[in-house]
């Protein structure tokens, strides 16, 4: 292997961990006979690589364009209300992890959010929850949906 | 298979697959590209399936999963041929109908063709639908005939006949000098000719040269070039392939990005095909020419869009641009002599050298020869791909082809080029497509996304949007992209919060003019671009919210309120129940208030009320709510 199979490599490596261990860049540099710095720059540099460990379920919520006008940023906001955590972060029970991302596709389907590798379309703020509520959102969290409306009431 | 070693085994095998194949048996393509298979294509597929084989038809009948044919709006898209009839929105429970009258009693499903909304007239036909009709659709036609997993479908519509035409019947000179004459120009965006960049290369004196397939298609919101990869893959390898012939180069590169899956695994197999039956690999043909093709996965990162970015990322390192004192075509890959072009344009090859320069050069306009793929999406009837000849006003896109803005809105703006590219305004309708048409209008072509906005799209947000995309996007290489862009979202930021001040507006444009001189590569260049466009086309929007506070399209969050007429209110609870922040207060009888601390400003209210009682405002104070004692709903109002 030389310096120009260094991304194959960790894409490789991501696919069969779902992240990129520190231990792995390191075991890489050394395998490559290139330096560590060039490998922690290239896994910092592109989008797909990630440092930690992703969640159960992974959300990414589209932001092309055609779905950012459509209300992508309401979806993405909606989700990180319910899941607490913001974009690139995962829930501290390592169920869900939101990401991100550019463009699917599917901008007849606006807005999109795929989950677990399926598309989900229209995704308005009731189908956020309608959509973690199928995956299982933490009781705590359904409690707290359920407080806010009462206290609608 | 066995590897084919001369022109006449070609010739043989296709004589051979075109008498196998029975044109009047039946054939049912099914799109499987992204948009319809989110719309459920993969269990159309396989209920077609199912239903053939139950009922003992799967000798008589052909089923094919297809690439993308266009009209991802009318998804699942199922074409049966030889009549060309055309279903849309075909659901699995459709499948027994359409086989027991469609292949069996060769009657028309009527509840499943096209409708013209307005004149209510069906259309049977694909060629008969007003989406399809106005297009002039080389590259995208053959997608849904042919199964982009098989090579003989490929051959059977005279797959890989330019590459044996440019092998036996001409040399790399005459081929360059067709492409030249054809006028090509680069579907990546910049619009460089072809012809022009393979003879630079062509003439470098080293004897190492590479082709690459710029596959990295990062425009949010387009999706053509993945189309074809998903859909034909064979025509892009065999475009590759005769560019590589011409310049002399025996390795090729596709960098496509890791996020379309179904485009890697169609690439993959194509390769591994086309090496079987000898169309790539040692002495192809039997010609003497080598030449191999490996795939790199893009690992997500728009820069590597541009070609030395795409190039410094191919050899493991973090895609960073380079200064272009010498050009790629001279100095690229590996410092070797790299022709790197875009997915469209190494599609439209084969058909360059099947057809003739004369011919190609026929389609468009002046400067801009043959045709292009737009990704027509946003606020439009018909999202999908189109492919319509340069020249094309954009009026006839996004009105005969796109069918119109949705919901009864009024046209805003229309925004090309990608994220920066630029958004043209109403009076620009008429401006044709073509590469310096769009330039001189302030946009682009870009790889060819084409974002219609309505009047509820906020342009200053608009510019905030693609600025914050790019300010992601920027590698950080050049200090005029990394600072320039970072200042320029910083103040939009301001503006669209209501925090706009006096003099912003200047300061963007200079900020923009330093920015658009002084960076490194292509994606600073024209960074400023969605600025200055929305500057000079909607100037007062950026006034309204600086000066006012007020969002004009109603758009802003920190700009806007919603607020509940109580004389409209129904107090029937559907904006209570459905409000995901629990902002409204109210009961049964009880007209509704929005409690606008509590608001996240989403607009699920907004939508879900039918009684048009709640309202969006901007730039005025929001009416105080009634007081609680006079919030019992009378019944006056109900009829």
Sequence with gaps: ?153 | MALLNSLEELDKLKQELLSRKDPNKPCISICAGAGCIASGAGEVIAAFEAEIKKQGLSARVETKGTGCPGYCQRGPVVVIYPEEICYLQVKPEDVPEIIEETIKGKKIVERLVYIDPDTEEKATLESEIPFYKYQERLNLSNNIKIDPKSLDDYLAIGGYSALAKVLFQMTPEQVIDEIKKSNLRGRGGAGFPAGIKWEGSRNAPETTKYVIVNADEGDPGAFMDRALLEGNPHSILEGLAIGAYAIGAQEGYIYVRQEYPLAVENIGIAIEKATEYGFLGENILGSGFNFKVMVHQGAGAFVCGESTALMTALEGRAGEPRPKYIRSNIRGLWEKPTVLNNVETWANVPMIINKGADWFTQIGTDGSKGTKIFALVGKINNTGLVEVPMGMPIRDIIYKIGGGIPGGKKFKAVQTGGPSGGCLPENLLDLPVGFDELVQAGSMMGSGGMIVMDEDTCMVDVARYFLNFLTDESCGKCVPCREGIRQMLKILTDITEGKGKEGDIELLEEIAEVTGTAALCALGKSAPNPVLSTLKYFREEYEAHIREKRCPALSCKDLIAFYIDPDLCRACMACLRKCPAGAIVGAKKQIHVVEQEKCTKCGTCFEVCRFDAVKKISGEPVPPPLPEEERTLTRKGKE
């Excluded at chain 1, 779902?18 to 922690?40: D, F, M, T, W």
């Excluded at chain 1, 589209?62 to 309401?74: D, E, L, N, P």
């Excluded at chain 1, 974009?87 to 389907?109: I, K, Q, W």
């Design chain 1, 1 to 153: 292997m030389q310096e120009k199979d260094l991304i194959p490599v960790l894409e490789r490596i991501q696919k069969k961990y779902g992240y990129l261990p520190l231990q792995a860049l390191k075991s890489v540099a050394r395998e490559l006979g290139v330096p560590a710095v060039q490998v922690y720059g290239a896994a910092t540099f592109f989008k797909q690589f990630r440092l930690n460990p992703p969640g159960k379920y992974q959300i990414e919520v589209c932001m092309g364009t055609a779905c950012y006008m459509a209300g992508g940023q309401v979806a993405l906001d909606s989700f990180e209300r319910r899941l607490k955590i913001g974009v690139g972060e995962t829930t501290p029970d390592g169920e869900f992890s939101l990401e991100r991302v550019a463009c699917v596709g599917c901008c007849n389907l606006a807005p999109v959010a795929v989950v677990d590798n399926v598309v989900e379309k229209n995704v308005t703020p009731t189908r956020v929850d309608g959509i973690l509520l199928s995956l299982g959102l933490s009781e705590e969290n359904k409690e707290n949906k359920e407080n806010s409306n009462a206290q609608g009431k």
